[in-house]
C-alpha cells in the first residue's frame, strides 16, 4: 500500500495568515491527490482532488500543488472556520490510504 | 441537498457481528458508489471498500475475509457488515459518496457513526 506522511502534525496560525500542509507519498501517485478537512460534529469536506483541482463550492483561498511524491496545501488569509484537521489521501491505485493528519490550531 | 447518515448500535462485543447502515438522500445509490471509510486511534483513516452503482463490491485486503457491503436501493440504505470484531475495530465509521469523475475519491461524507468494541 502507498504510505502518506504528513507534516506538521500541529500547525499553530492566527486569523488573515496563509499557511502550507505538506503530504509525501512512498511512491509516485502521479496528480491524484486529495485533501479533506475534519471538524467536529461536521460531516467531512472534500477540499481539493487531483492534486491542485478546487472541489465545487470551496473557497480560492484553498490551493493545492505538486505531483509525484510531493504535495502541498496551502490557505491563504484563513478565516475562523479553517480551523480544523486536514487530510490527504492518494486516489491513484488500490487500495486509497491517507495521511494521518495535521492539525490547525488558532494561535 | 445530499445527504448521508449513519446509524449504528454504539457499543459491540469482541468477536460479534458491527452492522451499520447508511441512510443517504439527494441522489441515487443508482448512479454513484457508496463507500466505507473507519477512522480508528491506532491506524487513523482506513478505507474499507465499496459498492458501485452496479451493485458489485470491491474491498481493501486488510478486511476482505470478514467485511461485507450490500445496499437496498427502494430504501436508499447501504450497509456495512463486519464480523469477529476485536478491541482494535473500536473508532467512527464513515460511509461516503464516490465522486463520479473517481471512485477513489469522496465528495460527500456522514457525520459517522462511533463503534466501541468492548465486553
Known amino acids: 500500500d502507498v504510505q502518506m506522511t504528513q507534516s506538521p502534525y500541529n500547525l499553530a496560525a492566527s486569523p488573515g495568515e496563509s499557511v502550507s500542509i505538506n503530504c509525501k507519498a512512498s511512491k509516485s501517485i502521479s496528480k491524484y491527490l486529495a485533501w479533506y478537512q475534519q471538524k467536529p460534529g461536521k460531516a467531512n469536506k472534500l477540499l481539493i482532488y487531483?492534486?491542485?483541482t478546487l472541489q465545487s463550492g470551496i473557497p480560492s483561498r484553498f490551493s493545492g500543488s505538486g505531483s509525484g511524491t510531493d504535495f502541498t496545501l496551502t490557505i491563504r488569509s484563513l478565516e475562523p472556520e479553517d480551523f480544523g484537521l486536514y487530510y490527504c489521501?492518494?486516489?491513484?491505485?488500490?487500495?486509497?490510504?491517507f495521511g494521518a493528519g495535521t492539525k490547525l490550531e488558532l494561535k | 441537498q445530499v445527504q448521508l447518515k449513519e446509524t449504528g448500535p454504539g457499543l459491540v462485543q469482541p468477536t460479534q457481528t458491527l452492522s451499520i447502515t447508511c441512510t443517504v438522500s439527494g441522489f441515487s445509490l443508482t448512479s454513484y458508489y457508496m463507500q466505507w471509510v473507519r477512522q480508528t486511534p491506532g491506524k487513523g483513516l482506513e478505507w474499507m471498500g465499496f459498492i458501485r452503482s452496479g451493485g458489485s463490491t470491491e474491498y481493501n485486503s486488510e478486511f476482505k475475509s470478514r467485511l461485507s457491503i450490500s445496499r437496498d436501493t427502494s430504501k436508499n440504505q447501504v450497509f456495512l457488515k463486519m464480523n469477529s470484531l476485536k478491541t482494535e475495530d473500536t473508532g467512527v465509521y464513515y460511509c461516503?459518496?464516490?465522486?463520479?469523475?473517481?471512485?477513489?475519491?469522496?465528495?460527500?461524507w456522514g457525520q459517522g457513526a462511533s463503534v466501541t468494541v468492548s465486553s
Open positions: 487531483d492534486g491542485s
Open positions: 489521501q492518494q486516489h491513484n491505485e488500490y487500495p486509497p490510504t
Open positions: 461516503a459518496r464516490s465522486a463520479l469523475y473517481d471512485y477513489y475519491v469522496m465528495d460527500a
